[in-house]
């Protein structure tokens, strides 16, 4: 059995992630557009892609400030030479020495929703910004914005101390990711800004000069206008995926990763192929369709410059670990003989590219 | 802010996997007392666990065969010492090199469900056994076991090949994994070994020297007596999780790996700690309980010897890249300052042992 001779990346023995340059930077523009353009500084989410070459496309572009979710990362980021990062995770204790470490290496900010740690930063003499981190509606980590005595607390108890420096108010509106309309993502921007503003008002005086600094996807793809905040941290519009287009927040086209995953079965009965790609390639996060059926994928035909979606709809419809099922129509699948790859658009690149790794991606 | 004085694992600062050497090892005998005690090779996948310590206990306890479910782990695998190893992921003709390579350092085994690998394999003169693979339910990769004339066809070809040594029948039932009774899982194994055994009887003689490998966790869980196969390769049972403790599968307390978690945030109105330990670490894996709400994980209190769970419900409600937002009842909630630590039992653990790796675990 021999391959296709024209089948595209012959190289490629196991799952790759196809990391295509152009729709990256095409990506990175419009936002640089919307933000450096005009004064909002883009500071973006190095989770999603984590990639040194993607970084370095960052830096060519101009862009000098990261945002990492995790210590690790931010260390790591560090030694890829950046040298203005924001965790945007909560720090804690059990971190300091690594902390303390960075901070002397980097220009650190960190994000609190608490007293409790100012003491501790303090204590073992950690020189950091601290952005005060506000709940405007996810309900995961922050203040709730309403909470205007805790914030007041939190920002005296910060600005009392020799080592930290108060930034200002960070949020994440993870509840715009449950939306799929450009009125409701804007309507829900202006919602939170109002709130911000209406606590600037409650703080007084010394609220005025602190920062704004914002993160999702949505608003950030949506909105025309950023400049009610000082900073956009979006990550994810680095790449997109199939939930951003879902939710109508990026093209099919704008999509920037692609699983390269290996034929390893075929069942022209059932109408689907099986590909080594499996949950530890793509991630289990599932996206419900519109019939109410949970994909974790969708197929694309590959070529050496990229990857073209089909006509009828081919989503992969099982993962197990190591296994992608594909349903396929029966003229499609005659063209995948064993050990052809076929692409497969990711649900979540976040979690995509976290279980790829550049050591198992390819860019083109 | 200290941690508190008795504060367990005190050395960890990022989230890190616990596997439990005890509860692992128990694991492990009860299965061979199941198995080789009664002359049924149980031949363990690794992927579950994919870590050197844990196959050293299994080298110690005799266990000389191994399954695996790609090529890469075949690899890693025989540099740990491995000698015997079946990959249980249909081969393709873009592996060829590192599995002839391979084939030439160990006893290696392929699994098949078509004719045209032969014939490359041949060629290439990889000296493999061939297990040839049945689709008995799971509709995942396999030739379906009624097929008589296909499986015949692949039976001859294999035969006819001076490289290959066609070894029997292999199949995973992955359907037994929706099953969460002990007498629908005996019910679904007594209907696939009858057709296993129809299709000996329609092969005639040639069948009667090949042998059957079955692969599913609950039947070699639930079943007294696994004597009708001649192997068990069977894996998640080393470490179990919430999904097999559901299906009635284990008891909570034989699941053997916990992640521990440091807690980044309090919110004591919304009955919610966050912790640092998202689908990055736990796989965004959910688990619909009986109420219909999907968690992705369960809380329990860490000691230095291991876990205990909650007498209330404490699930992981939510999880993101980095976060995971854990229900928990007020009293329980008080005991975690920032930084301190708490257990999440995985609901895949596959999966979460996948993501985190050997490098982010460590044994108790």
């Known amino acids: 059995m021999e391959l296709p001779p024209n ?38 989410h190095m989770k999603t892609h984590q990639h040194p070459e993607v970084g370095r496309w960052m830096q060519q572009l101009g862009i000098q400030h990261i945002t990492v979710s995790s210590l690790d990362m931010a260390v790591e980021h560090a030694r890829l030479g950046w040298k203005d990062i924001t965790i945007a995770l909560p720090c804690h204790p059990r ?10 290496e980097v220009t650190l900010q960190v994000i609190l ?48 101390s020799h080592h930290l420096t108060c930034l200002g108010f960070l949020w994440h509106d993870g509840h715009q990711y449950a939306h799929s309309s450009s009125a409701a993502i804007q309507a829900e921007w202006q919602r939170t800004i109002g709130a911000v503003d209406d606590l600037k008002k409650s703080l007084g005086m010394r ?21 009610d905040v000082d900073e956009i941290r979006a990550g994810n519009l680095v790449y997109y995926d199939l939930m951003q287009w879902q939710a109508g927040n990026c093209s099919l086209d704008q999509i920037g990763i692609c699983l390269a995953a290996p034929v390893i079965g075929r069942y022209p009965d059932r109408g689907e192929i099986v ?43 099982k993962l197990s670990q190591e296994h992608g099922v594909i ?33 198992r991606s390819l860019v083109i």
């Open 207 to 227: 609220a005025s000069s602190l920062l704004c600094s914002a993160g999702d996807t949505p608003a950030a793809s949506q909105l025309a206008d950023l400049t």
């Open 7 to 44: 089948e595209p990346f012959p190289g490629i023995q196991d799952p790759t992630l196809l990391i295509h340059r152009q729709i990256v930077e095409e990506n990175l523009s419009r936002i640089l557009d919307k933000t450096q353009a005009k004064g909002v500084r883009f500071r973006p």
């Open 113 to 160: 929703d608490h007293t409790a740690m100012v003491d501790v930063l303090q204590e073992y003499r950690v020189d950091v910004g601290v952005w005060i981190e506000l709940d405007t509606g996810s309900h995961r980590t922050g203040i709730p914005v309403q909470d205007v005595e805790t914030i007041r607390d939190l920002i005296e108890r910060i600005e009392t």
């Open 95 to 104: 971190q300091l020495r690594r902390l303390a470490e960075l901070s002397k």
């Open 327 to 359: 349903q396929l129509d029966i003229n499609s699948l005659d063209k995948y003989p064993i050990g052809s790859l076929i692409g497969i658009l990711p649900v979540h690149s976040c979690l995509t590219a976290d279980a790829m790794r550049h050591q």
């Open 275 to 317: 590909v080594h790609g499996g949950a530890v390639h793509l991630s289990k996060e599932g996206l419900i369709t519109t019939d109410g059926t949970t994909i974790f994928g969708l197929a694309v035909r590959l070529h050496d410059q990229g990857w073209t979606p089909y006509s009828t709809t081919s989503p992969v419809i």
